[in-house]
């Protein structure tokens, strides 16, 4: 039998597969308490939602996510010595304006940068990373401004 009758024999049967349309993404808003929660373990899950890995149409050339909410972020926590150990890098722009921060000083300073930066190197490195990562809004106390977006909380 000739190779090019068994692909035509194949190709009868595949079907297409489904691209979802901008109608059927449309995002929900979710509150997530990472309270006494792991920042890496939290971190992924947040990354999973902001990306739609739950959903059923999800597909990685879209950005089919949800907005995510997360409250309490200077209440994270970090295992181990990491909150000594784990370092932190900026760079001013100058010359000789690099400086490195432990963990520690991360979070008593700027605690959103710690789960922000986790939640941003846990996305894909593509064009969609920007997009998806504006659509977390991290907030260092139990209070949040998005009230009026009736998020649902979620229990990670």
């Known amino acids: 039998m000739p190779c090019s009758y068994k692909l035509n024999l194949l190709s009868k049967h595949m079907t297409t597969t489904y691209q979802p349309q901008k109608t059927d993404m449309d995002a929900k808003w979710y509150v997530v308490d990472v309270k ?40 994270v926590v970090l295992k181990g010595n990491k909150l000594d150990k784990k370092m932190y890098f900026t760079h001013s722009g100058y010359r000789g304006g690099g400086k490195h921060q432990s963990a520690r000083l991360v979070l008593e300073k700027h605690p959103e940068r710690l789960l922000y930066l986790a939640v941003f190197g846990m996305l894909p490195k593509n064009r969609l990373r920007k997009k998806m990562i504006g659509k977390l809004k991290i907030f260092t106390g139990p209070e949040h401004t998005h009230q009026g977006q009736n998020p649902e909380l979620i229990e990670l």
């Open 36 to 75: 006494g929660k792991v920042l890496g373990r939290i971190a992924t899950e947040i990354a999973d939602l902001l990306r739609g890995k739950k959903k059923t149409f999800f597909t990685p050339q879209h950005d089919c996510g949800d907005y995510v909410v997360a409250i309490n972020a200077k209440e």
